[in-house]
T-cell receptor, first 113, second 114 residues
């Protein structure tokens, strides 16, 4: 069981470039989440999904898009990267059920120049 | 939406002392309160959680208390050890409706000095 994995681990982009971050989980979890973590700001929810084919906006969705075509994968896209999107991105997943634990991936460090 | 405030932002203790981190929440409908620990360069991991029908929960050196009336909850670590050094996040959610989201506090950097 790999749990929650993220690809890539680290990426440098130039302003205006696009990229996709991949999150994969092998725990058959229904719910998946994308967070960004910035110093002193905690974990802020970007987008989330409550099932295959569904997505919803979180607290800070602007500049990002997501897709959940397969239950085990949740993709986060940046269409035109900005320096303000420099951050560490964490994916998480959880089982259905109101109080199930969220399991986090190892994170992706993104630097936008 | 929910707002979670966490204090202090940094906390330094001597090994063996106790550490207390406090959080307040705004949504009276919130009923699930997990705590996550994040070591440097690692992912956040759940260490303990509490439901709104419980006032206190313990797991070895870690305990969490909840005061629903005042809308605050706290993490208590006793007999701290250097390996307790990490960032701790509190969170809150309303698990009774269709809201499957956690709202996190901004974190507390705990340093345990040997």
């Amino acid at each position: 069981n790999a749990g929650v994995t993220q690809t890539p681990k680290f990426r440098v982009l130039k302003t205006g470039q696009s990229m996709t971050l991949l999150c994969a989980q092998d725990m058959n979890h229904e719910y998946m989440y994308w967070y960004r973590q910035d110093p002193g700001m905690g974990l802020r929810l970007i987008h989330y999904s409550v099932g295959e084919g569904t997505t919803a906006k979180g607290e800070v969705p602007d500049g990002y898009n997501v897709s959940r075509l397969k239950k085990q994968n949740f993709l986060l896209g940046l269409e035109s990267a900005a320096p303000s999107q420099t951050s560490v991105y964490f994916c998480a997943s959880k089982n259905a059920g109101p109080e199930e634990t969220q399991y986090f991936g190892p994170g992706t460090r993104l630097l936008v120049l | 939406g929910e707002n979670v405030e966490q204090h202090p932002s940094t906390l330094s203790v001597q090994e063996g002392d106790s550490a207390v981190i406090k959080c307040t929440y705004s949504d009276s409908a919130s009923n699930y309160f997990p705590w996550y620990k994040q070591e440097l360069g690692k992912r956040p991991q759940l260490i303990i959680d509490i439901r709104s029908n419980v006032g206190e929960k313990k797991d070895q050196r870690i305990a969490v208390t909840l005061n629903k009336t005042a809308k605050h909850f706290s993490l208590h670590i006793t007999e701290t050890q250097p390996e307790d050094s990490a960032v701790y996040f509190c969170a809150a959610s309303n698990s009774g409706g269709s809201n499957y989201k956690l709202t996190f506090g901004k974190g507390t950097l705990l340093t345990v000095n040997p």
